[in-house]
């Protein structure tokens, strides 16, 4: 005798939380069989995979990051990245979302983080505070709508350029860089790969946009190269595990754990030039962002 899929886990179901023989045969009429069936349906509908837990200070950690897409080129981008069971993070524009909201649902699925890059790129720091709120909320509906209900914790604003005023709009932990490739300056793929495989350091941030073929067409050797080097690839939410974000400051890297190597003042007892917020715990020693982003 065949009974059917959902009449079987209905009688498991059933039979864990101890019901009856009768009950058993109740699950099998037509109603419950639609409940079940849709309650299967609703389990079997994919949903993303959650942060790995993985301690940067022990691995060798870095986080790729890909702005201003999703793009033409996002797809193959993630293509590479499942063949390597490499994550990634990606700042989205939300003016972009709409016209590849499948390759943002994919994005999700596949682990790899959903953030916030502002709607349309301007310099937020020349907007008014409802200006820079409409930026960032505009950009969270369009990813959580279609991602399937993913909201963005993490941003990066455009160019780099942000301040105190702007730090608090956001009302987001702000995420630059430790390694600025310039891939947008120069699109070239033997520049953009020389310099992913051989500029990230541990805990480090490396700054791409997938809006471009060659950064694209570069990251199968990056991510072999790196890999060579030792690196495993995280997200920014992954790598900053176990060290506490907060919404406003700015953050280049995991911070190292101390005493550090260089002998660099205290976390909190400078401000870089990027730096807005009351602290900047980037490693003061790592070099400034420049102003792509
Ligand atoms: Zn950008």
Sequence with gaps: MQISKYAAIGAGLLLLAGCSHADKRQARTAGQHAELGSKAQASRQPTP????????????????TFDDGPGPYTAGLLDTLKKNGARATFFMLGENVGAHA???????????????????????????????RSQIQRTQQAIAQ??????PTLMRP???????????????????????TLDWRYRDVARDTRVGIKEPQPGGIVLYHDIHKASVESIPKVVDGLKKRGFTFVTVSEL??????????????????????????????????????????????????????
Aim: charge should be positive; hydrophobic fraction near 30%.
């Design 49 to 64: 995979p959650p942060p790995r837990k993985i301690d940067c200070d022990q691995v060798k950690c870095v986080a790729l």
């Design 102 to 132: 499948a390759v943002v649902r994919r994005m999700a699925l596949e682990g790899h983080e959903l953030a916030n890059h502002s709607w349309s790129h301007p310099q937020l720091t020349g907007l008014s505070p409802a200006g820079v």
């Design 146 to 151: 279609a991602s399937g209900g993913v909201r």
């Design 158 to 180: 455009p160019y780099g350029a942000t301040n105190k005023r702007v730090g608090h709009d956001i009302g987001m932990p702000l995420i630059l860089w430790s390694v600025d």
């Design 240 to 293: 900053f595990q176990g060290q506490k974000l907060t919404p406003g400051v700015t953050y280049t890297e995991r911070l190292k754990p101390a005493p550090v190597t260089a002998s660099p003042p205290p976390a909190g007892s400078s401000a870089g030039p990027a730096g807005p917020g009351p602290t900047r715990p980037g490693n003061p020693a790592s070099p400034a962002p420049s102003s792509t982003g």
